[in-house]
């Protein structure tokens, strides 16, 4: 009786280590399954058509054959961003989900937004930068201004009497006014719209004064000449718009630009990571990829996951100084 107890101990035993093993076999198997091995995500947080859905777009269709698997579109508009970058700071770190960022979404919602839901500091590792692009100055032609210089002047000699148009509030357009006048110590009046369309329209029949908004959404009405442009936000001066001059040739170390980036939930897997970099290195090095940033206003893309974390970490910095100085609280 009791040897054959020991006995059924003993299979009892058995069984159980085989089956250990064979969950460590199938474990093992499925951490050795080859990164990617299904579509690949990237959560968009701007409607279809727009400009960051069309950067996103034209890099994934090539981004796709160089990884084996098609890289997916996810739109997902509203709340200035912040849905998208929840989506993603909640999903799986596995390699399969990544936000295709933007400045105001990682870099100023944090300090305009009461909560966003996500903590742009933690729940985000960086994957590459896709670039940065520059917004632009411009007046209503009836003002007779030229540089940045006659518009400080002109603001400085009429406290209040300048008001400046954006697309949006607490967008980056508008924090970049903001920041124009913490440099100058000038007052200006900002004047918020639903959309560049009328803030430029406004601006050009002269109800506001300045207007400040992308390089794509002011192009046609600079090259129309309804729009007079006094300077570009970028540290160097932009191809295509070599004769406007940049802020920081008149305010030195002046410089706000816009970005996207393409950023992965923490603790997703370094060497996935690195895979991905690697691949959308390659795509923007491509001359026709590079000829259409450039009509986005697009430089300074690329480079590797630590040079993005590091940008973010320095323009959350300086924003965040620029929205305490402006006084603007988060709603």
């Known amino acids: 009786m009791i040897h054959r107890?020991?006995?059924?101990?003993?299979?009892?035993?058995?069984?159980?280590?085989?089956?250990?093993?064979?969950?460590?076999?199938?474990?093992?198997?499925?951490?050795?399954?080859?990164?990617?091995?299904?579509p690949v995500r990237w959560i968009v947080p701007a409607a279809a058509g727009s400009a960051p859905d069309i950067i996103a777009r034209i890099l994934s269709e090539k981004v796709s054959p160089g990884l084996g698997q098609q890289v997916v579109i996810d739109n997902r508009a509203g709340a200035a961003g912040n849905i998208a970058a929840q989506l993603t700071a909640h999903a799986a770190a596995d390699g399969y989900t990544y936000l295709f960022g933007q400045a105001s979404t990682l870099a100023v919602n944090p300090y305009t937004f009461k909560s966003t839901g996500f903590d742009a500091d933690r729940d985000f590792t960086g994957v590459i930068s896709i670039g940065v692009s520059p917004f632009m100055v411009g007046v209503t032609p009836s003002l007779k201004l030229?540089?940045?210089?006659?518009?400080?002047?002109?603001?400085?000699?009429?406290?209040?009497?300048?008001?400046f148009a954006t697309s949006s509030s607490r967008n980056l357009s508008h924090i970049s006014g903001e920041m124009l006048k913490s440099a100058t110590g000038i007052d200006m009046v900002h004047v918020p719209y639903k959309g560049s369309q009328q803030a430029a329209t406004d601006t050009i029949s002269g109800v506001t004064q300045v207007y400040i908004d992308s390089i794509p959404a002011m192009a046609a009405h600079i090259q129309?000449?309804?729009?007079?442009?006094?300077?570009?936000?970028?540290?160097?001066?932009?191809?295509?718009?070599?004769?406007?001059?940049?802020?920081?040739?008149?305010?030195?170390?002046?410089?706000?630009?816009?970005?996207?980036?393409?950023?992965?939930?923490?603790?997703?897997?370094?060497?996935?990571?690195?895979?991905?970099?690697?691949?959308?290195?390659k795509v923007l090095t491509q001359p026709d990829v590079a000829a259409r940033m450039r009509q986005f206003g697009m430089f300074d893309y690329g480079g590797t996951p630590a040079d993005l974390d590091r940008f973010m970490r320095a323009e959350r910095t300086k924003w965040a100084r620029v929205i305490r100085e402006a006084k603007i609280d988060p709603e």
């Open 224 to 281: 129309s000449g309804r729009l007079r442009v006094v300077g570009v936000t970028a540290p160097r001066r932009v191809a295509g718009f070599e004769n406007v001059p940049t802020i920081n040739e008149t305010i030195p170390g002046f410089e706000a630009v816009g970005w996207f980036a393409i950023v992965a939930p923490a603790g997703t897997p370094t060497e996935i990571i690195a895979a991905m970099n690697r691949e959308v290195n």
């Open 5 to 38: 107890a020991r006995s059924a101990v003993l299979r009892l035993a058995l069984a159980a280590t085989l089956g250990i093993v064979a969950a460590a076999g199938s474990v093992a198997s499925l951490a050795a399954e080859p990164w990617p091995s299904k």
């Open 146 to 163: 030229s540089s940045v210089a006659e518009l400080v002047a002109h603001a400085r000699a009429q406290p209040g009497a300048l008001s």
